[in-house]
């Protein structure tokens, strides 16, 4: 593993970890009223987006830490969309 893979990978988890507690939030109180439709909606997409390029350039860094994004962020569109 080089220096430039090793970044990527601690990147990854920050921005993916970072989503963890908005989960937890938006679960356990059940609402999401404060967070915009509109920008999920547009983050899921582009994690989206994201994921395929990781794909297609076979980076794992990339490919797991977009996944894992994804599964997270879409967990708080789905709060979204079913508590509001």
């Known amino acids: 593993m080089?220096?430039?893979e090793l970044i990527?990978?601690?990147a990854g988890i920050l921005t993916t970890v970072s989503f963890l507690p908005q989960v937890i939030k938006t679960w356990r109180y059940r609402s999401a009223?404060?967070?915009s439709?509109?920008?999920f909606i547009c983050f899921c997409l582009g994690v989206f987006l994201w994921l395929i390029y990781g794909i297609y350039?076979?980076?794992k860094p990339?490919?797991?830490a977009n996944f894992v994004t994804f599964i997270?962020?879409?967990t708080i569109l789905y709060f979204?969309?079913?508590y509001d």
């Open 8 to 10: 990527g990978i601690v």
């Open 80 to 82: 979204k969309i079913k």
């Open 33 to 35: 009223k404060d967070l």
């Open 57 to 59: 350039m076979s980076s």
């Open 2 to 4: 080089n220096i430039i």
């Open 37 to 39: 439709l509109t920008m």
């Open 62 to 64: 990339i490919i797991v």
């Open 72 to 74: 997270l962020a879409g």
